[in-house]
Nanobody
Framework: VQLQASGGGLVQPGGSLRLSCAASGRIFSINRMAWYRQAPGRQRELVASITSVGTTNYADSVKGRFTISRADAKNSVYLSMNTLKPEDTAVYYC?????????WGEGTQVTVSS
């Protein structure tokens, strides 16, 4: 299974971005899909997750600003990010759980700066 993330970039504070992550390979059933991020000098942290039945979970720092969604027919997960802040700057990684196996994407850089 391979994950390809896209959609990162440079945006001004208050702006928006939409991250996408598509999985390819032998995938029968995706359980949990999630986005993590890692800022320089900090540990990787969970941003948002979504289960196979659509239950979502968000870090307190992004609640009300970010929305996670999934398209099972495309084996894809998305992260819509609004009202971005400089502290959202990080490398964002998508994560998939397929059965008991875990997969990580390579990450996409999000920089929020004026």
């Amino acid at each position: 299974v391979q994950l390809q993330a896209s959609g990162g970039g440079l945006v001004q504070p208050g702006g928006s971005l939409r991250l996408s992550c598509a999985a390819s390979g032998r995938i029968f059933s995706i359980n949990r899909m999630a986005w993590y991020r890692q800022a320089p000098g900090r540990q990787r942290e969970l941003v948002a997750s979504i289960t196979s039945v659509g239950t979502t979970n968000y870090a307190d720092s992004v609640k009300g600003r970010f929305t996670i969604s999934r398209a099972d027919a495309k084996n894809s997960v998305y992260l819509s990010m609004n009202t971005l802040k400089p502290e959202d700057t990080a490398v964002y990684y998508c994560h998939l759980q397929v059965g008991s196996a875990m997969y990580w994407g390579e990450g996409t850089q999000v920089t929020v700066s004026s």
